[in-house]
């Protein structure tokens, strides 16, 4: 007599939280009639009684945890159907997996791991999400099992085809796809076991927890098996962290993951502040491609000699990759044709002369013809680029529609002019347009100073001559300072010098400038006077984007 599947439909839709779970159930049930076997019990045996299954009464702190994988523990787990028995093994010894099977007959076969589980724990998760929260990282039910690592650095994760099918096309093809595979065991040693954890994490729990060390090979896992909301999630967590001391790095993998938005976020930071991004440790660590995308950049704002730097340095480190000895023959060797996209007859007569023609990379005649080239009328031809690149144009935000003088105004004595301001799109301060002297020419000394949340960004002591007239005197900072959007900052400067000058008024709230958007307040920190409506500091100076950016 036939084993008939209805009373057990029955009993498991009972337990089916929607309509989801109940699809798989069908779907299941499906396949195993599909599969032209049937269960037969004996004769004595009723069809309620003829299926055992045994979940032991004990519960773990949480049905959340996940075996072991280090220590060694083997846990075995049953199902009787209809008489037919079938073991399940699990061993988990330093990472790795293995699955042992008694009885390999048409049998169903329940496994979980190390621990048990409360026989009623579905009723205490009201929601399909806690549900599935519970089998992330969990042998309870797994079909699947991932070697994630390089070899011998391996870890073994459990999982579960259907949730891993309905969150990623390449895993709905791996496993129900016209070319699918049964394996129980899939080996992934392109990926790191935190990031394959990150991203199951999403695929069971709608969790993203993405962390610095980790985030780029999140990236790389969320591209691999399309799952395009982790990787842009992924993308907008390396933009807020992009700075000039990853920026290079962050760029050679935004070239290789074909992030444009990326890419475009790396190169303004690269472009504004280019000494910096240059002298990081990550700038050695970039492929040869993004050097010389790096090294022909038109809007670098940085010396020549930082350039011709950097790219010996990256030279460098690769020949310890490739295991040979970083002389200056070697260094020349593997940079190739991409030493000739650097600007050396632009740099400074004095700078070529006391060191990159001292460094042995340059041949003896292209250090002469350089020579030539800085001073010969007639100059020779040259392998190497001889127009100066452009860099960034500053760009001036002006908060005043019109200045004054009084007679007994504007006064210093030391104290401190500040304001407040925020932004809507990353940009570069690079200095301030202060007023000077209204009383004929004069000579100011000046501390100027960016903070954040009372943390000082940058200070500069510079100086500034004023030549009497109602323009504003630009003074710089050593470096341009990033400015991330949504956030407020407090420009100040202290001058010393003519007391009386001009004074800003008819001040704004807001001003727009290319594609950004300045607002201003008034500052606890202002000690002369300045505010929003009058005062000192009446320009920004900074880089940052010209038109407003597409919408991607």
Not at 154 to 175: D, E
Not at 315 to 324: F, N, P, Q, S, V
Not at 424 to 443: E, H, M, P, T
Request: aromatic share 10%.
């Amino acid at each position: 007599m036939a084993f008939h599947l209805e009373p057990l439909r029955a009993l498991l839709e009972n337990w089916a939280c929607d309509d989801r779970l109940e699809a798989v159930f069908l779907q299941g049930t499906e396949s195993c009639n599909n599969g032209g076997f049937s269960i037969t019990p004996p004769n004595s045996v009723s069809q309620r009684e003829a299926m055992q299954i045994l979940q032991p009464a004990s519960a773990p702190t949480s049905p959340l945890a996940s075996p072991n994988l280090t220590s060694t523990t083997s846990t075995t787990f049953s199902l009787n159907v209809a008489g037919c028995s079938s073991e399940m093994t699990t061993s988990n010894s330093n990472g790795s997996c293995s699955n042992t099977t008694s009885n390999s007959s048409s049998c169903l076969l329940l496994q979980h791991g190390q621990g048990t589980v409360d026989p009623n724990w579905q009723a205490t998760k009201p929601s399909v999400r806690e549900r599935n929260a519970a089998m992330f990282n969990n042998e309870l039910m797994a079909d699947v099992r991932f070697m994630v690592g390089n070899p011998g650095h391996t870890q073994c994760i459990p999982a579960h085809k259907y949730v891993l099918a309905t969150g990623s096309s390449v895993f709905y093809a791996m496993f129900y796809g016209g070319l699918a595979d049964d394996k129980e065991e899939i080996e992934v040693p392109d990926v790191e076991p935190p990031a394959f954890l990150t991203l199951l994490k999403y695929l069971y729990c709608d969790e993203i927890q993405l962390e610095a060390d980790t985030v780029l090979s999140t990236l790389y896992v969320a591209k691999k098996y399309i799952v395009p909301h982790l990787a842009r999630a992924c993308v907008n967590y390396l933009e807020t962290s992009l700075t000039a001391k990853n920026a290079c790095l962050l760029l050679s993998q935004s070239r290789l993951f074909e992030e444009p938005d990326l890419m475009q976020r790396c190169w303004e930071v690269i472009d504004a502040q280019a000494e910096m991004a240059l002298r990081s440790e990550g700038f050695v660590d970039i492929d040869m491609a993004t050097l010389e995308s790096v090294l022909s950049r038109e809007t670098l704002n940085c010396k020549e000699m930082h350039l011709f730097e950097a790219a010996l340095n990256w030279a460098g480190a690769e020949c310890l990759r490739k295991e040979i000895d970083a002389t200056a023959d070697n260094k020349r060797a593997v940079l190739g044709t991409a030493l000739f996209l650097v600007r050396l007859p632009t740099m400074s007569l004095e700078d070529f002369a006391n060191s990159a023609a001292q460094l042995g990379v340059l041949t003896p005649q292209e250090t002469i013809d350089i020579f030539l080239h800085f001073t010969a009328h007639s100059k020779p031809m040259l392998s190497f680029p001889t127009r100066a690149r452009a860099g960034l144009k500053p760009q001036v935000c002006h908060r005043f529609q019109s200045c004054a003088y009084r007679s007994n105004q504007w006064r210093y004595r030391g104290r401190c002019d500040s304001i407040q301001f925020s932004v809507d799109k990353r940009i570069f301060v690079v200095g301030f347009g202060l007023y000077g002297s209204s009383n004929g020419a004069a000579d100011y000394t000046v501390k100027i100073e960016l903070k954040r949340l009372g943390r000082v960004l940058a200070e500069h002591n510079t100086k500034f001559f004023s030549d009497g007239s109602s323009n504003t005197f630009h003074v710089y900072f050593e470096h341009p300072i990033q400015v991330e959007p949504e956030s407020y900052y407090t420009a100040s400067a202290i001058l010393d010098g003519v007391e009386l000058s001009y004074f800003g008024q008819e001040g704004m709230s807001e001003a727009a400038v290319g594609a950004v958007t300045f607002q201003f307040q008034c500052s606890s920190e202002s000690t002369n006077g300045t505010g929003v409506q009058g005062g000192q500091i009446p320009e920004l100076i900074f880089y940052g984007p010209s038109q407003p950016l597409e919408d991607h």
